[in-house]
């Protein structure tokens, strides 16, 4: 039985200690350092456990809080990249030498291996009729293998600078695997024959998923997650973050929710079936290595690249989100007009306000001097230039508000009709669903 520390997790709620006890972030139920690189994790078919690729040795916890459970060494000189459950009890583990482990966790014994590559496993993947296991790995070949035995069905020559991601699709007659070279290809199961290829990202493919609506979903490090239409083979959505790169790309089970783990600390969260964009979870302050999404959708797992883990309940962290609960446009009123803007925050933690103009010409937003708690990022420039292809104005919220409201003004040079969007941010990085508001905005008067 490995032991190790808890950590208080505060972050930007406090200073970071160590002890038994923490605070976890808002929506959060719990969290625990790991002491390092971490390289894979997965939950249990049942929900009940985390699985974690912790170099020589795989760790299990309990899925509702974090807490240890035992930890399975490795066969000498074993260091486990990928993971996946079996069934309850077994687990697949793909190893840096190319090697397929199958291990029974209540035995700790290795049940079979197979070595189906020449490098290393970053991927792998079970069939939905556990008939057969997949493994990318950095040789360039895609495995497809029986089990339980591991025999070889198929090695297929997938991607010459190296596969990184497998997924089966809902009904297990397709293989997905991603690569170096920003390709996805498609081959029949269990025939091996390749259906398709797309050139799907201008970087590695590191995450494949297939969507309950036969989609694919793919993470590239060129910084996108985006969505297939494999029947046409085109891009039906394309989630773009703005940062270098885009680990791994999680739907939520049942839908609704799309998890980006990226490359600037930071999960990305979106609707699923819409533009909408959620939040950005602070918490990690190293680059996340992996997301993923308990069986029933209950929790969400987020790991950084140091080791950082946290546990999320997501129905608790998506009613944490912020809400505008009105806006009123006031008209001209002198030299300018000024919107009121109404929000709720049940967290109390309200950190800022975006404007984004969607229609009209540049226009000058300014914080009217009767908003208490509100100031422009910069702090103290008084005015924000908006403009249909600058960047949203910011405003900072000072204070703790449950409910609040804020003023902020408009400068117009001549009449024109105005579409504005505004969402509020909390701490923890949750949006609120985006308002528009347009209005027929007026030039000073003479």
Same mark, same amino acid.
């Given at each position: 039985?490995?032991?190790? #520390?808890?950590?208080?997790?505060?972050?930007?709620?406090?200073?970071?200690?160590?002890?038994?006890?923490?605070?976890?972030?808002?929506? #959060?139920?719990? /969290?625990?350092?790991?002491?390092?690189?971490?390289?894979?994790? %997965?939950?249990?078919?049942?929900?009940?456990?985390?699985?974690?690729?912790?170099?020589?040795?795989?760790?299990?916890?309990?899925?509702?809080?974090? *807490?240890?459970?035992?930890?399975?060494?490795?066969?000498?000189?074993?260091?486990?990249? *990928?993971?996946?459950?079996?069934?309850? !009890?077994?687990?697949?583990?793909?190893? #840096?030498?190319?090697?397929?482990?199958?291990?029974?966790?209540?035995?700790?014994?290795?049940? +079979?291996?197979?070595?189906? =590559?020449?490098?290393?496993?970053?991927?792998?993947?079970?069939?939905?009729?556990?008939? &057969?296991?997949?493994?990318?790995?950095?040789?360039?070949?895609?495995?497809?293998?029986?089990?339980?035995?591991?025999?070889?069905?198929?090695?297929?020559?997938? =991607?010459?600078?190296?596969?990184?991601?497998?997924?089966?699709?809902?009904?297990?007659?397709?293989?997905?695997?991603?690569? &170096?070279?920003? @390709?996805?290809?498609?081959? +029949?199961?269990?025939?091996?024959?390749?259906? !398709?290829?797309?050139?799907?990202?201008? /970087?590695?493919?590191?995450?494949?998923?297939?969507?309950?609506?036969?989609?694919?979903?793919?993470?590239?490090?060129?910084?996108?997650?985006?969505?297939?239409?494999?029947?046409?083979?085109?891009? %039906?959505?394309?989630? @773009?973050?703005?940062?270098?790169?885009?680990?791994?790309?999680?739907?939520?089970?049942?839908?609704?929710?799309? +998890?980006?783990?990226?490359?600037?600390?930071?999960?990305?969260?979106?609707?699923?079936?819409?533009? @909408?964009?959620?939040?950005?979870?602070?918490? =990690?302050?190293?680059?996340?290595? @992996?997301?993923?999404?308990?069986?029933?959708?209950?929790?969400?797992?987020?790991?950084?690249? *140091?080791?950082?883990?946290?546990?999320?309940?997501?129905?608790?962290?998506?009613?944490?989100?912020?809400?505008?609960?009105?806006?009123?446009? $006031?008209?001209?009123?002198?030299?300018?007009?000024?919107?009121? %803007?109404?929000?709720?925050?049940?967290?109390?933690?309200?950190?800022?306000?975006?404007?984004?103009?969607?229609?009209?010409?540049?226009?000058?937003?300014?914080? $009217?001097?009767?908003?208490?708690?509100?100031?422009?990022?910069?702090?103290?420039?008084?005015?924000?230039?908006?403009?249909?292809?600058?960047?949203?104005?910011?405003?900072?919220?000072?204070?703790?508000?449950?409910?609040?409201?804020?003023?902020?003004?408009?400068?117009?040079?001549?009449?024109?009709?105005?579409?504005?969007?505004?969402?509020?941010?909390?701490?923890?990085?949750?949006?609120?669903?985006?308002?528009?508001?347009?209005?027929?905005?007026?030039?000073?008067?003479?």
């Amino acid at each position: 039985m490995c032991k190790w #520390a808890l950590l208080i997790l505060v972050s930007i709620w406090g200073p970071l200690g160590l002890g038994k006890g923490f605070v976890p972030p808002p929506g #959060a139920v719990a /969290a625990v350092e790991l002491g390092g690189w971490v390289a894979d994790l %997965v939950f249990s078919p049942d929900g009940r456990y985390l699985a974690l690729a912790v170099r020589d040795r795989i760790e299990l916890r309990t899925a509702d809080d974090l *807490a240890s459970v035992g930890s399975m060494s490795l066969p000498e000189g074993k260091r486990a990249y *990928a993971l996946a459950f079996v069934d309850e !009890a077994r687990l697949a583990a793909g190893c #840096a030498d190319g090697t397929i482990l199958l291990l029974d966790f209540p035995s700790s014994s290795v049940i +079979a291996q197979s070595r189906p =590559h020449a490098g290393r496993v970053w991927g792998i993947a079970l069939s939905p009729d556990g008939e &057969h296991l997949a493994s990318a790995s950095d040789d360039g070949t895609v495995a497809l293998l029986w089990l339980p035995e591991l025999s070889v069905l198929h090695i297929l020559a997938a =991607h010459e600078d190296g596969a990184c991601s497998v997924a089966f699709s809902r009904d297990g007659s397709l293989l997905a695997s991603g690569g &170096h070279d920003g @390709a996805i290809r498609l081959f +029949a199961v269990p025939s091996g024959r390749e259906v !398709a290829r797309i050139k799907a990202h201008s /970087a590695a493919v590191w995450g494949l998923g297939f969507c309950p609506e036969g989609f694919l979903l793919s993470a590239g490090s060129d910084g996108r997650a985006v969505m297939w239409d494999l029947s046409e083979e085109r891009a %039906v959505r394309v989630l @773009a973050p703005g940062v270098k790169r885009v680990r791994e790309a999680r739907l939520r089970p049942g839908g609704g929710l799309i +998890a980006l783990a990226t490359s600037d600390t930071k999960v990305f969260l979106w609707s699923e079936g819409e533009e @909408a964009f959620i939040g950005r979870l602070l918490g =990690h302050k190293a680059p996340l290595w @992996a997301v993923t999404f308990s069986p029933n959708g209950e929790y969400l797992a987020t790991l950084s690249a *140091a080791g950082r883990l946290i546990l999320w309940d997501v129905a608790k962290l998506l009613a944490l989100r912020p809400r505008i609960t009105g806006i009123h446009y $006031s008209g001209r009123m002198g030299r300018a007009q000024y919107i009121v %803007v109404s929000f709720a925050d049940p967290n109390g933690d309200a950190s800022r306000v975006t404007i984004d103009l969607v229609q009209g010409d540049p226009v000058t937003v300014f914080v $009217s001097s009767f908003s208490v708690g509100l100031e422009t990022r910069p702090s103290g420039t008084g005015f924000a230039p908006l403009g249909p292809r600058s960047l949203p104005a910011e405003f900072l919220i000072q204070g703790r508000w449950k409910k609040g409201a804020f003023t902020f003004g408009l400068r117009v040079d001549e009449p024109q009709r105005l579409e504005l969007r505004i969402v509020v941010v909390d701490a923890l990085g949750l949006s609120s669903e985006a308002r528009s508001i347009g209005i027929e905005a007026m030039p000073p008067a003479p």
